[in-house]
């Protein structure tokens, strides 16, 4: 909480950032919390407040409210959120003299500041692993959805279905765009495939089937893609819509079969070394096809 050359008294209030933590449980804040990996983005969270005099106040709409474990304010203040989040106090600052920008850029490399800073972040680290490792199914679904880079509505090529919770339908080429990554992953590490050797055989055996029919299959990526881009592409040339509804049907739900079977049985191993496919892995299972087909 600096005073700045001017005089000015600047505070940092967490009171946002502690709302969206102590609300993690609310599946709209999932995809909101898991992003926050460093101290920039929490600035996004973190407000910029003033202390000044009662009379200065007047009429600027004060918030008696103060993030828990705020400082005590300066004998005399009050409390003024400036509407400004950290990551933004520059847009804030225009009109300071240059010594209070100065002396703000310094506090923000100061050890008290940093420190601060990264327990913050600690706590953040902390309710993810929390989120993660929850035992919902709703919020395994979010997570997953996020770790495959998803938002729950941002494509309009997939479904949502509507009942007690939301759920996104995977389509086939997501599937496939897994299974393939799991595969491929397989080849190269055969010291993963021996911990599942008749789980991996069946998946290998399947994909040989599907790629020897649909010969969009067999084309190759750098591991470096990531399994949605994979099934983005493969939609655009795979022409799936291009057979009969009953083959469709047929091939897709041969998947989630294909899909919850591996997640069932080495969900665990695909999750350490597969996680974006095992992502894909656990949406599908989770659905209502996925838990009709166990």
Request: one cysteine or more; glycine letters at 6%.
């Amino acid at each position: 909480m600096p005073q700045l050359p001017s005089g000015r008294h600047v505070a940092i209030d967490p009171y946002p950032l502690l709302e969206l933590l102590d609300d993690s449980d609310n599946a709209a804040n999932i995809h909101k919390i898991l992003p926050i990996d460093s101290i920039s983005k929490m600035m996004d969270w973190l407000l910029v407040a003033y202390f000044i005099t009662p009379e200065d106040a007047h009429g600027k709409g004060i918030d008696p409210k103060m993030g828990e474990g705020s400082l005590t304010p300066p004998p005399g203040l009050v409390y003024m959120r400036t509407g400004f989040t950290l990551s933004r106090w520059d847009e804030l600052a225009v009109d300071w003299s240059k010594e209070d920008r100065t002396a703000m850029m310094a506090f923000l490399s100061e050890p008290r500041y940093l420190d601060y800073m990264e327990h913050r972040l600690m706590n953040v680290k902390q309710r993810q692993q929390r989120i993660l490792s929850s035992d919902s199914v709703t919020t395994k679904l979010l997570a997953g959805m996020w770790m495959a880079g998803i938002h729950p509505a941002q494509d309009e090529n997939h479904q949502t279905i509507w009942g007690e919770e939301t759920l996104l339908e995977w389509d086939t080429y997501d599937m496939l765009a897994a299974l393939k990554r799991i595969v491929a992953y397989m080849v190269t590490h055969p010291e993963i495939y021996q911990e599942h050797g008749n789980v991996f055989d069946r998946a290998s055996g399947m994909w040989q089937m599907f790629s020897g029919h649909h010969p969009f299959l067999r084309q190759l990526f750098t591991p470096d893609i990531s399994v949605r881009d994979v099934a983005k592409e493969w939609r655009e040339v795979g022409h799936l819509g291009l057979l009969s509804a009953e083959k469709q049907a047929w091939f897709h739900n041969q998947m989630v079969i294909e899909c919850t079977n591996l997640c069932n049985l080495a969900g665990e191993t695909l999750e350490k070394n597969c996680p974006h496919a095992f992502a894909i892995l656990t949406l599908v299972s989770l659905s209502p096809a996925g838990v009709k087909s166990t």
